[in-house]
């Protein structure tokens, strides 16, 4: 049995599998994910019945999203890992939404976005496949920008519900799935498993507060270390005294 989570959005998802098996699952709206998915875990194996030994994996939605949530369900996945001493596998969440995508017949026939919200009227997207294989980002911009240069009209995600003006200026058509679900970050990691990968070891690299350098991720990485993807600089920065020392 495994556990997969994602809290990457304002939505978080946890879920239990036994292989493509969904065993027991919840999607949480609105709630603080510091304070409802651990409870949310241990209903859901009290509702399949088996202790928490029981499980023998983790795979975990590393964002990009907004700092907080996102740290909160990679902690999480990090601490019951180590308590469990089981494996912790990073997954994309936009992967997980592009994964849904692309196993509903007849909705895509076309290169398509996925787009969550990143505040500050910025969007974390990443372009994919008519099959939903990422072939760009996920990477940090403003919406219109993205809108322009992709010239891709059919989107997914919660990244344009901030900005209806871009989807009407641009003509683009949105629309669901709106968040990752954790069956299918389990899905997007036991597929790359599968395939013979193995799931890095090192953290990625953080956006540079002295050079204002922002972090892209090769496309072609599909598992990640169950840490979060950081894709520019956070609001908090450091002190000038501190900085100067």
Sequence with gaps: MRLALDTSTVWSSIALLDGVQV??????VGVNPGEAVVDTIDTLVGEVGVPRAEIAGIDVGVGPGPYTSTRVGVAIARTLGFALDIEVVGVCSHDAVAAEVAAQDGIVGEEFIVATDARRSEIYWARYSPAGVRVWGPTVGKPATVA????TALWFGNGLDRHPAVV????????????????????????????????PTAQPGLADHESG????????????????????????????HLRST
């Design 168 to 199: 009407q200026d641009h003509e683009l058509k949105v629309n669901e799935p709106t968040h990752p679900r954790a069956r299918w970050i389990s899905s997007v990691a036991a597929h790359v498993r599968n395939a013979g990968a193995s799931v």
């Design 213 to 240: 350098v922002e972090v892209g991720v090769d496309a072609g990485q599909m598992l990640f270390a169950p840490y979060p993807l950081y894709l520019r600089r956070p609001d908090a920065v450091p002190a000038a």
């Design 23 to 28: 065993l027991a699952e919840r999607d949480l």
């Design 148 to 151: 322009e240069q992709t010239a």
